[in-house]
Nanobody, 123 residues
Framework: QLQASGGGLVQTGDSLRLSCGNS????????VAWFRQAPGEERQFVAA????????RYVDSVKGRFSVSRDNSKNTVYLQMNSLKPEDTAVYYC??????????????????WGQGTLVTVSS
């Protein structure tokens, strides 16, 4: 079971760092992604980090502002979010799937999910 944490209420331009840990399973060997879902909208891919080279991929709307990374010694994946905007407001989920040679962007392609953490950015 993945656990996402670090959400909160911030103002436009602020930063937050989300964490995704897994108490019951190592994240080694897994591609880990962050998704977000705003009210009334579908779950959207945000970023992913692969194993073992920690290569990353981002949706265009967060490039240059968000950074995904993993600390294998802590079995944790992070999403550093800078220059936050009101349109970043959503519940953020982390998800994992066994690593492969390509990135996956569809929520249905991930097999393990966290419970979500709410990020609210006020204007």
């Amino acid at each position: 079971q993945l656990q996402a944490s670090g959400g909160g209420l911030v103002q436009t331009g602020d930063s937050l760092r989300l964490s995704c840990g897994n108490s019951g399973r190592t994240l080694s060997g897994y591609q880990v992604a962050w998704f977000r879902q705003a009210p009334g909208e579908e779950r959207q891919f945000v970023a992913a980090v692969r194993w073992p080279n920690s290569a990353t991929r981002y949706v265009d709307s967060v490039k240059g502002r968000f950074s995904v990374s993993r600390d294998n010694s802590k079995n944790t994946v992070y999403l550093q979010m800078n220059s936050l905007k009101p349109e970043d407001t959503a519940v953020y989920y982390c998800a994992a799937r066994l690593n492969c040679s390509v990135y996956y962007y569809n929520p249905g392609q991930y097999h393990h999910w966290g419970q979500g953490t709410l990020v609210t950015v006020s204007s």
